[in-house]
């Protein structure tokens, strides 16, 4: 080629071999965030909200956030839907959690009536899971924990139901509405305090 010829163009950079590979959870949680925009936001705020408390690892706060957001007036509305549709996937994680609890005790032939009199603890063993596991479920509702791992972790190690509703209802309540009130009031900074 001589000097005078122009050179042939370059082909242009890939931008998918440029940009860092997303995990598989990045790239479901931004495909969950992406749908607060769509007219289906509240459903899909209320179908995340629902399988939350039993399989799906993405929090609905994904959703709530963008919602909140776009349509600030309405931060009551989404908040009190989130926390019930949460408060009925809490249930079905707490039966699943029940379900897995009863075959794992009869595979491993665990016995939860078992009685403990030591170290001024008295009660079965079953008796004292249920007791002293509700107030870590109430926290863990309003702390960003994965809320199935309380709802399944509740029915697992058979904390009472009314108990395990309690601290749902609690903690659900204060978290969603936690969240949807400082998205009301901060705005878009209250993304960088927010961990959703």
């Known amino acids: 080629m001589s000097p005078t010829e122009p050179s042939p163009p370059s082909a242009p950079a890939s931008p998918a071999a440029d940009a860092p590979k997303l995990s598989w959870y990045r790239r479901l949680y931004l495909r969950v965030e992406a749908a607060s925009s769509t007219p289906h936001a509240l459903a899909t705020m209320m179908a995340v909200s629902v399988v939350d408390g039993s399989v799906f690892p993405i929090p609905p706060f994904a ?21 019930l549709a949460s408060l009925v996937g809490g249930l079905i994680g707490y039966a699943l959690g029940a379900g897995v609890g009863e075959g794992i005790t009869q595979l491993l032939h665990i016995d939860l009536d078992v ?6 603890v008295s009660g079965t063993v079953g008796e004292l ?3 002293n596991f509700w107030v870590l479920a109430l926290l863990c509702s309003i702390l ?15 904390v009472p139901l009314e108990r395990f509703l309690l601290a749902s209802v609690i903690g659900r309540s204060v978290r969603f509405f936690l969240v949807g009130s400082v998205v009301r009031f901060f705005g878009p900074t209250a993304r960088k305090w927010l961990r959703v």
């Open 115 to 120: 009685r403990v009199d030591r170290f001024g």
């Open 129 to 131: 899971l249920g007791r």
């Open 63 to 83: 959703v709530l956030v963008p919602m909140v957001l776009a349509q600030p007036k309405k931060w009551v509305r989404y908040c009190l839907l989130g926390t």
């Open 144 to 158: 960003p924990t994965p809320f199935k791992i309380v709802a399944i972790g509740s029915g697992l190690v058979s």
